[in-house]
């Protein structure tokens, strides 16, 4: 009777760890190639001069004039007026669709039955049914909204009401009952009770959905165009605008250095509250 030979232990782990080990390596590599090509072409051709980048490549700028497209931008593309006109928008939508989803949030969590759960249901439609714009434009008209800063908040908030719903309400069935239990006895409103205790609690997963929301309205020039076009100014609307107009055409190099500056401030926000992102997304994924 023979005997098959095996082979040590060490020997047949070892496989595994060059596998486990270079999985990682792999993963990573494709996330920097893509991320980073895209990265380094906004930048490289924000730093060309306007016949270099007349094709747009991977290739670095003979001479950097990064900080002179820069200059040249801000001057001439009204970026300071459209700067202003995108937080006009923005700031009332992100707070006021962040209280109102929290608050709504907070009675279909804590509430039961057939009713809350097809309220629910209704209330988180927003994310997968697209809005009709024919239907939003004529709404606003009818109104008297249309080509308002209010007419816009109204859209947006309207839009994302229903990823906060969705964010929040998971995470208020998670937080236990005997907190408000005990603000009820001392004496505490319905109001006062969702400000001193639930609020607080919410802040990770505000946060998170705050840069969402944030992003998209930031990023936005679809519905801008149809609501507030040609009377407010907002970033990308003025990009639009102004590269349609004649400033940016086939200036390749205005157009991306136009793109690094429009996305700094989010960039910036997201580097400082980035704790709190991360904080808020991993605590919904295990609660």
């Known amino acids: 009777m023979t005997t098959v030979p095996t082979r040590p232990a060490a020997a047949r782990r070892a496989p595994r760890k060059r596998r486990s080990f270079g999985q990682p390596i792999a993963a990573i590599l494709v996330a920097a190639a893509v991320l980073g090509v895209p990265f380094w072409l ?12 007349l094709d747009p490549n991977l290739s670095a700028p003979t001479n950097w004039q990064l900080w002179e497209n820069f200059a040249t ?10 700067f202003f006109g995108s937080l006009l928008v923005m700031v009332p939508a992100v707070v006021g ?4 989803g929290s608050m709504a949030a907070w009675i279909l969590g804590r509430r039961g039955g057939r009713l809350s759960a097809a309220i629910y249901a209704l ?15 004529l709404l606003l008209r009818q109104l008297g909204l249309a080509g308002t800063a209010l007419g816009m908040i ?3 908030m ?5 990823t906060v719903i969705f964010f929040v309400t998971g995470f208020v069935r998670t937080i236990p009952h005997e907190l408000e239990e005990a603000a009820r006895v001392d004496g505490a409103g319905p109001v006062r009770v969702f400000v001193r205790i639930i609020l607080p609690l919410l802040r990770p997963v505000l946060a998170t959905a705050t840069i969402l929301i944030c992003l998209y309205i930031w990023n936005d020039v679809f519905y801008a165009l149809f609501v507030i ?3 407010i100014d907002t970033l990308p609307l003025n990009l639009y605008q102004v590269a349609s107009a004649g400033l940016y055409l086939q200036n390749w190099h205005l157009i991306f250095a136009y793109i ?3 996305s700094l401030p989010l960039l910036i926000t997201f580097v400082v509250a980035q704790r709190r992102i991360i904080s808020g997304i991993t605590s919904g994924a295990v609660k």
């Open 158 to 162: 309207g839009m994302y009401l229903s």
């Open 73 to 82: 931008v801000f001057a001439d593309g009204r970026m300071l007026s459209a």
């Open 229 to 231: 076009g040609g009377r």
């Open 260 to 262: 690094i500056l429009m």
């Open 42 to 53: 906004v930048v490289a051709t924000a730093g060309k001069s306007q016949g270099e980048a």
């Open 97 to 100: 669709v962040l209280v109102l």
């Open 123 to 137: 209330g988180i439609s927003g994310i997968v049914l697209p809005p009709a714009v024919v239907t939003i434009v």
């Open 154 to 156: 109204g859209v947006y």
